[in-house]
């Protein structure tokens, strides 16, 4: 798929996704994968998407980014004890991962997470995210089922917070509106900046 891309966008980053944020966070969003015309293009999770509007718009109005959000990697958006990541690295084939692109992406996800050395809480947009996040942090999937604005604590003693994605779909059919979105991402931040 990345060849493809490549030959039709050569000028896109068209690549796995690196992480974007403070490396010292104690709060890290997981959402699904690299939107084609989004963070494929971009190089950066949830920028240049629809999704990525809703994100940032409710990590600056709680103050977990600051700067400006100009749909483009150099638009000198700064995030604050914050860290986004993905379940998949790069762009799946019709917006829908596999099975084998989330398994063989699961050790960069917990790479990614175990290199955190503050991290108290773990976001995840939707159910692939959840699933790979519980997994990743050692958990298992009976014991923590997805559920919007569920809490979950991992074996680790790190929590995991659910939320529906931040899809154009979801924000479209009123699965996931603005004010839900803000309510769950500020709860997030709350455990994970409470005192232990």
């Given at each position: ?49 629809h ?19 100009a ?21 799946p ?18 790479a ?22 519980v997994?990743a ?8 089922r ?6 979950h ?44």
């Amino acid at each position: 798929m990345r060849q493809v891309n490549r030959a039709t966008w050569p000028d896109w980053f068209n690549a796995p996704v690196p992480g974007f944020g403070d490396p010292l966070a104690r709060l890290a969003i997981v959402g699904l994968a690299p939107g084609l015309r989004g963070a494929n293009r971009t190089g950066r999770p949830f920028t240049g998407d629809h999704a990525g509007l809703l994100l940032y718009d409710t990590l600056l109005a709680l103050g977990l980014a600051c700067g400006h959000y100009a749909e483009h990697a150099g638009d000198g958006l700064v995030l604050e004890d914050l860290f986004i990541t993905n379940a998949v690295r790069c762009v799946p084939p019709g917006n829908r991962p596999t099975t084998a692109e989330i398994h063989a992406c699961r050790p960069f996800l917990a790479a990614s997470l175990a290199a955190l050395p503050n991290l108290r809480v773990v976001l995840a947009l939707g159910s692939i995210a959840h699933q790979s996040a519980v997994k990743a942090l050692g958990g298992r999937l009976p014991k923590h089922r997805f559920a919007h604005a569920a809490v979950h604590r991992l074996p680790s003693g790190l929590l995991l917070v659910d939320s529906y994605h931040c899809s154009r779909l979801n924000q479209n059919t009123g699965v996931l509106t603005a004010d839900m979105f803000r309510a769950v991402v500020a709860r997030a931040h709350a455990l994970a900046t409470a005192h232990a």
